[in-house]
Each structure stands twice: as structure tokens, then as C-alpha cells.
């Protein structure tokens, strides 16, 4: 793809700027690298061509997308459009993964053209508006609109006045739908100024996403990062209202980049990861009114209840931290913020009550949902009654929080293990658990762990919990042999993104990975069998390799995913550790 030049001296002039870029581009590059360039090749090669048919010209290519200048809005809005249009029909009847969608931005405004580049708060605001836009759309500022809406038939959809990210005053925007749908929304001034109720931002966001055409994977996605279960079952999701969890959800992430790490982490244990990441694209984008709205209405008020909160978690927490069978509580609440069982008490150790008391609250921030989380995992455990008293407790504890009482069932149960084959739809998560969206069978970490009989032999005292038994059975096994690490590979690329796998093992065994151009190409001369050999010489033993990972998650970008690929690593490597 050749690029045209742009004026060789500095000039300043009224343009209409288009910004291109490729959804969860990212993202795709970590599943399929050599696939993922290939067709973000051939797309930026028919937009450069499109472009060229319209006046326009190629500034420059931002890796996955173009910056374009036309001389006229009308021909940047025509030439928005075919481009989608193409790029809708090369992607007719094929899965997600065989092509990429696009978001388009476009503003007219004063740029400078300067050495081949161009300069420019309307660059910046064609950028932001870029990422307003729905995959497949175009997101066009009221500058735009003002020009083109008498020359051009577009359906728009207003998207009010938006708070854009470093642009000091809002821009008011239009959102044209991908090609062959319609409005996802309207948003109608007329009937505002007929005296009608405006809408709140999050009300509007749930209207554009019950419209989109992937409401159902996402509701299923927002459902399942707020519960922390997958559930498929048309009938239970449809007891849920999509405002009702979008304002939990919204309660419990405060920030857009707490929400966004969240959904990708739920995103990435599904088969379907790049169809659910897209998803995730999509409800961020809806989303981001909402959570600017919150920053401007931010108050010292606020500020003073957060503090207030703190101090009520810890005087929930120092209440838990008197029981005698305390350890088991601190497992049931790591259980229920995390979605794995945990028995190690050095593990434990490294999160407080305060913590875990807080974290819960953000977890179940009604009773009803405390008691749905506690339920769920009491009846998978092998002693029922004992955690269900202890459930009762911490219920009671959180009573101060809520300000009601919590109905947790206390029925005598049977001490009887979890029986697998229920059928359930719905499962507790594990960090190491991959599952399908459409027949989730695989069994959890600590469903697996909590399978076990009252054998306590193997642990030695300062590893027991207080009343001097554990939860799991300890059995000495025979390490596997290093020789044939078929199945480990298979673990660790089923379980986990495997780039981000090798990227923390070499990491382990050399530096901390910086993204360098020099730790890319070390990086891919290496395959994840060579780095696990390495690893197995450098880390001599299971504790040294645990110890060097878990500082490794630290000093390497994306913790939270560094955290997950880490714990799939070592489930993995375990076995083959004496």
C-alpha cells in the first residue's frame, strides 16, 4: 500500500479528517498474528483504493488504520460509507475470526499539514470520535452533520453532547449505523422539548445495546462478569433487566478501565474469545457517556462516603476476625471474590479481611446477591453444615452493610461432595478453567480441589487451618517427565493466551519483557517448549518458580492478565515439578 504525500511545507487548512481504525486488533494478533496482518492488509489496501476514488488522501497508516484528509466533507462521508459498505460484503457468510471490523471517525475542522503528517485538535477530535463508533460504523461530529445532512441520505443516530478524552469542550456527535441496519437508536429533541423526561446516559446506553445486533452475547457477557458465572439459559437471564446489571456493574467499576479489564478477563476464558472481545468493544463504547458523566459529577460528598465505607469494612472485618473458625471464612470470602478455592495459608495470607470484606461488597452489593454467591458455593463443598454456619455468620456480619437481614438457607444438608454430573448450566469459574460458552461442562479448580475426603496426614502443623483439619486431601505423586511436554503445552494454550505465556516466561528466565523491538524478535525465536525447558533449568524447584512468576506478574504490563496466565502456568508445570 503506497501512501500519498501530504504537503511538504507547513500549511494550515479546513479539512475533513477520517480516522480508520480495527476492532480488538490487539487482541487478534495474540490468537492469529499471521492472519490478523493479512487482513488487516487487504482492508487498509481497499480503504486506500476507496479513498483515492473519492479525493481523498492517505496521510499516513497508524498501524491498524488510515488517516485520511478530503477537501470535502460530503466526499469523507460518501467514501465512509462505501468503505463500510465493502467492507460488510467481504465479510458476508463468514465467522468472526476470518474478518476484521472497522470504526471510522470523522470531523471538519482547522488542521496543520506539516512534513508529511498533519497536526491538529481536529485530528484529535476525529481520533476520539473514532471510538465512539459502533464496529461497522461511523461516528460523524455535529460539524460534519451540518454540512452533509442535506446532500447526503444518511440515517443518524444523536449522540448528544460527548465529554472526549484530552478535548476541553464537548462535541456533540451522530452515530451512522453499520451498513444494512438502522439506527440503533433516537433520540428525540422534539419530544425533550415537549416537556419529556431527558433520558440518564445509562438509560440511553441500554437502549443502544438492546438494539445491537449481539444483544444476546451481550447480555450474556455483562451477566457474567457481574454474577462471575456463565449462564446460557434463556430463562434465567431473562429474570435479569440489561439496566439493572449495567447500573451493578457500573456500581461496582467506578473507572472505565476497571470495567474494561474486567469484561476482556471474562471475555478471554470463552471459546469464542475474539467474538466476545469484540462484545466487549461494544458495550464500552456504549458505556463511555456514562462513566464521563460520573468524573464531572464527582464531590467531596463522595469522597467522604468512600471513607466512611472503609471504616465499615473494617469493623466487619474485625468482627469475622474473632470467630474462632476464622480461616474457613477467610476461604469462603476468597472464594467468592476470586472463583477459585484456596487452601494454601500463604496464599491467604496475602490478602486481608479488610480487603476481602470490601471486595465482596463490590461482588454482592445486595443481600440477595451475597446469599446467591454463598449458596452456590456451600452446596459444592464436602462439609456442608460446617460452611453453612459460617455463611450464616458472615451474612450476619454484613448485616450493618445492607440493612437488612440476609435469608441465607439454613437447612441441615448431607456432607456429601458436589456430584458433577448434575447437568447444571451454571458454574462457578476458576482462573485456570476454559469452557465453552455453549456447553460449559468443565469442571472449576476448586469444584476439582473440593472433591476430596478428611485426609490431613500429609500437612504438617503450621499448615493446618486452627481446628487442625483441612479441606483437601494431600497425596504425594510422581513428577512427570520433562522429556515430553505434549500435554503441558496443550495445558498451557488451553487454559490461557499463549503469547502471554511466553512472554512472562521469558520474562522469568531473562528480564522483565519491555516490548523493545530486540525483546520481540528474542521473543519469537523462542517456542513455548523451548521456554518452558528454560524455565524447568532456572527454577529448580516448584516454590522458586511460584516466587520468581508471581514478581514477574508485577513487573510486566497487563497484571491483571499476567495474574491469570501465571496461575494456568503453574497448575500446569506442577505435575512435572518432584
Excluded at 13 to 22: M, R, Y
Excluded at 120 to 133: E, H, P, Y
Excluded at 312 to 329: F, G, K, P, Q, T
Amino acid at each position: 500500500m503506497k501512501l500519498s504525500s501530504a504537503q511538504s511545507a507547513t500549511e494550515r487548512a479546513l479539512a475533513a479528517i477520517v480516522l480508520t481504525d480495527a476492532v480488538s486488533f490487539s487482541a487478534r494478533m495474540s490468537v492469529d498474528e499471521e492472519g490478523t496482518l493479512a487482513l488487516i492488509q487487504r482492508d487498509l489496501n481497499l480503504i486506500s483504493e476507496l479513498c483515492a476514488r473519492y479525493g481523498g488522501q492517505v496521510l499516513k497508516s497508524t498501524g491498524d488504520g488510515l488517516l485520511m484528509s478530503f477537501y470535502s466533507a460530503v466526499q469523507a462521508v460518501l467514501c465512509s460509507k462505501e468503505i463500510q459498505k465493502q467492507l460488510a460484503k467481504l465479510a458476508e457468510g463468514l465467522p468472526l475470526e476470518e474478518y476484521l471490523q472497522h470504526r471510522i471517525g470523522i470531523h471538519l475542522g482547522d488542521v496543520l499539514f506539516s512534513h508529511e503528517d498533519v497536526l491538529g485538535n481536529g485530528v484529535n477530535i476525529a481520533a476520539r470520535l473514532q471510538t465512539k463508533s459502533a464496529p461497522g460504523g461511523i461516528c460523524i461530529s455535529q460539524t460534519v452533520y451540518d454540512v452533509v445532512k442535506a446532500r447526503v441520505d444518511i440515517n443518524v443516530t444523536p449522540l448528544g453532547p460527548l465529554k472526549l478524552k484530552n478535548i476541553q469542550e464537548r462535541v456533540t456527535a451522530f452515530q451512522i449505523p453499520p451498513f444494512g441496519q438502522s439506527a440503533t437508536m433516537v433520540v428525540s429533541e422534539s419530544s425533550a422539548q415537549a416537556g419529556g423526561i431527558p433520558q440518564s446516559p445509562l438509560a440511553i446506553a441500554t437502549q443502544a445495546l438492546e438494539q445491537d445486533s449481539q444483544i444476546r452475547r451481550i447480555k450474556k457477557l455483562i451477566f457474567g462478569t457481574y454474577q462471575g458465572v456463565w449462564e446460557n439459559d434463556p430463562k434465567v437471564l431473562a429474570q435479569f433487566e440489561l439496566l439493572s446489571l449495567l447500573e451493578k456493574l457500573h456500581q461496582r467499576h467506578h473507572t472505565l478501565i476497571s470495567l474494561e479489564k474486567a469484561l476482556q478477563a471474562m471475555a478471554s476464558r470463552l471459546n469464542h474469545k475474539e467474538v466476545y472481545l469484540a462484545v466487549t468493544d461494544t458495550i464500552l463504547v456504549a458505556l463511555e457517556p456514562v462513566y464521563y458523566e460520573a468524573e464531572d459529577a464527582a464531590s467531596d460528598s463522595e469522597k467522604t462516603s468512600t471513607a466512611q465505607m472503609r471504616e465499615y469494612y473494617r469493623e466487619v472485618a474485625h468482627n469475622l476476625s474473632r470467630h474462632a473458625d476464622r480461616l474457613r471464612i477467610k476461604k469462603l470470602l476468597y472464594a467468592l471474590v476470586h472463583t477459585v478455592w484456596e487452601n494454601d495459608p500463604a496464599t491467604l495470607s496475602l490478602h486481608t479481611l479488610d480487603d476481602l470484606v470490601a471486595d465482596v461488597h463490590q461482588i454482592a452489593p445486595t443481600e440477595a446477591d451475597l446469599t446467591y454467591h454463598l449458596e452456590r458455593i456451600v452446596k459444592r463443598l464436602n462439609r456442608q453444615n460446617r460452611y453453612t454456619q459460617l455463611a450464616l455468620m458472615i451474612s450476619e456480619a454484613f448485616h450493618p452493610l445492607y440493612g437488612t437481614s440476609i435469608g441465607f438457607s439454613d437447612k441441615p444438608q448431607e456432607e456429601t461432595s458436589l456430584d458433577v454430573s448434575d447437568g447444571s448450566q451454571t458454574m462457578m469459574m476458576g482462573d485456570e478453567t476454559s469452557f465453552s460458552e455453549e456447553n460449559p461442562t468443565s469442571l472449576t479448580r476448586w469444584e476439582q480441589v473440593e472433591l476430596s475426603l478428611e485426609n490431613t496426614d500429609a500437612q504438617t502443623d503450621d499448615q493446618r487451618p486452627a481446628d487442625g483439619n483441612s479441606d483437601t486431601a494431600s497425596a504425594p505423586t510422581k513428577s512427570r517427565d520433562r522429556a515430553n511436554l505434549f500435554d503441558l503445552r496443550l495445558e498451557i494454550m488451553r487454559y490461557t493466551n499463549p503469547l502471554r505465556a511466553k512472554i512472562l516466561l521469558l520474562s522469568t528466565v531473562r528480564s522483565p519483557f519491555a516490548s523493545t523491538p530486540q525483546d520481540w524478535i528474542t521473543l519469537k525465536s523462542k517456542s513455548l517448549d523451548d521456554l518452558v525447558q528454560d524455565t524447568f533449568q532456572y527454577c529448580k524447584t516448584f516454590a522458586d518458580l511460584e516466587s520468581k512468576l508471581t514478581i514477574m506478574c508485577h513487573c510486566v504490563d497487563n497484571v491483571g492478565e499476567n495474574i491469570q496466565t501465571a496461575g494456568a502456568i503453574l497448575q500446569a508445570m506442577k505435575p512435572f515439578y518432584p
